[in-house]
């Protein structure tokens, strides 16, 4: 028998962390919302990786999915298409693995769904100090000591930037009155967007081959199609681990905004019908 179409497809791009992907499924595992797949779309990893997704496989079962392609050098959108071709949902939830979700993240996204929409949020990107304290201590993920040990870290300490963006603000009227009902772009590793809109753009755009601008790229096509864009901070919570960062080229940031004044750009050439 085939199992129901889930509400949502949760999509997150991974290579070769498996501690941090380890820590990520446990936050999957625990969201209030049931009604989902997980489908991770993995660059390349070692067996290391697929031993983490074999055992939460257990907890999971067949939400869980593993696409894989061999490793050949940094080619993100090239796997993120595949994923996308086993999905099975309207809503498409896009994170990365490096991170923990709040238990209502998966239901934010879902609320804040619209015809031909994409919804974006944003992160609170941990200190060092405390994403390896997270590491040895997941039991004590959400707890009051976790909120008081992150205020304390970001508050006091300043070492994580942005951290009031890990306390959930869930009415909406709260939300405009703190400013928090606006983002400037889409962050790749929190956004949702309507199937039948990423398949109108073609999805990810093969055609880039680097570390960053994938998201910046699809952010545009998304602009020009007309797409309903709404974005929050403090909802779809979710932690970013700390770890070394790639840089990006060094012509990237010329090269969007460049990008960002083109209005006619709407379907990458190289994409998901290829």
């Known amino acids: 028998m085939t199992n129901p179409t889930p509400e949502v497809s949760l999509v ?3 290579y070769n962390q498996p501690i941090d992907l380890d820590l990520y499924l446990r936050t ?3 969201q209030s ?3 989902f797949e997980v489908i991770i779309a993995d660059d390349g990893s070692g067996p290391e990786t697929k031993a983490v997704i074999d055992r939460h496989r257990k907890i999971l079962g067949e939400k869980l999915v593993h696409v894989w392609h061999e ?3 940094y080619r993100k959108t090239k796997i993120l298409n595949l994923a996308l071709r086993r999905v099975r949902s309207e809503l498409i939830v896009f994170t990365d693995s490096d991170l923990i979700l709040h238990p209502e993240f998966l239901a934010d996204h879902y609320r804040m769904r619209k015809p031909r929409g994409l919804f974006m949020g944003r992160r609170v990107d941990l200190a060092a100090s405390i994403s390896e304290w997270v590491r040895r201590t997941p039991e004590r993920l959400f707890s009051p000591y976790f909120y008081g040990k992150l205020c304390l870290n970001g508050w006091l300490f300043h070492e994580t930037p942005n951290v009031n963006r890990g306390i959930r603000v869930a009415p909406e ?3 405009r009155l ?3 009902d606006r983002v400037p772009d889409l962050l790749g590793s929190n956004f949702s967007i309507e199937r039948k809109l990423l398949t109108e753009l073609n999805g990810f ?4 081959e680097h570390y960053w601008g994938e998201d910046g790229d699809l952010f545009v096509r998304a602009r020009n199609a007309g797409a309903t864009i709404t974005g929050r901070k403090s909802y779809a919570v979710q932690f970013h681990l700390w770890h070394a960062f790639r840089k990006p080229k060094p012509d990237a940031e010329a090269w969007y905004q460049s990008l960002l004044r083109d209005r006619t750009y709407v379907r990458c050439e190289r994409g998901l019908s290829d």
């Open 205 to 208: 755009n093969e055609a880039l």
């Open 33 to 35: 919302f049931s009604d």
């Open 12 to 14: 997150a791009t991974t």
């Open 28 to 30: 999957v595992a625990g």
């Open 178 to 180: 703190l400013g928090m």
């Open 71 to 73: 490793d050949l050098g």
């Open 173 to 175: 009227p709260i939300a």
